[in-house]
C-alpha cells in the first residue's frame, strides 16, 4: 500500500510559478514510476509528467520546456516545477504512482489557477 499526499497548488497569474510535491508513504520501495496528472473541467485527464527510479522523464507535449519533473528515491517524494504558466493549465493536479507490483495509487488532487 502507498498513500499519497499532495501541496502547493493555488491560484496564480499567467507567466508565474507555482511547485507541486507529492509525499509517497507506506511501500516507497515499490515504487517504479511517479508522475503527475491533471484533468481540467470537461476534459479527460491527461499525463503531464512521469519519471522512473532511474531518473528518465516524459513530459506531455504542451509542458515541455515550462514543467520540471524529479524525485527523491529514498524519500518518495516527487515534485512538479510549473514556469511560465498560461491559463489552459488551469486543472486539477494529482499525483500518480506505479508500483513493481503493477499497482497505480493516486493523490487527492490540488487545485491550479492561472488566472489575472
Known amino acids: 500500500q502507498v498513500r499519497l499526499v499532495e501541496s502547493g497548488g493555488g491560484l496564480v497569474q499567467p507567466g508565474g510559478s507555482l511547485r507541486l510535491s507529492c509525499a509517497a508513504s507506506?511501500?516507497?520501495?515499490?515504487?517504479?514510476?511517479m508522475g503527475w496528472y491533471r484533468q481540467a473541467p470537461g476534459k479527460q485527464r491527461e499525463m503531464v509528467a512521469s519519471?522512473?527510479?532511474?531518473?528518465?522523464?516524459n513530459y506531455a507535449d504542451s509542458v515541455k520546456g515550462r514543467f520540471t519533473i524529479s524525485r527523491d528515491n529514498t524519500k518518495g517524494t516527487v515534485s512538479l516545477q510549473l514556469n511560465s504558466l498560461k491559463p489552459e493549465d488551469t486543472a486539477v493536479y494529482s499525483c500518480?504512482?506505479?508500483?513493481?507490483?503493477?499497482?497505480?495509487?493516486w493523490g487527492q488532487g490540488t487545485q491550479v489557477t492561472v488566472s489575472s
Open positions: 507506506g511501500s516507497i520501495r515499490s515504487i517504479s514510476v
Open positions: 519519471i522512473t527510479s532511474g531518473g528518465s522523464t
Open positions: 500518480h504512482v506505479h508500483t513493481v507490483g503493477l499497482v497505480d495509487y
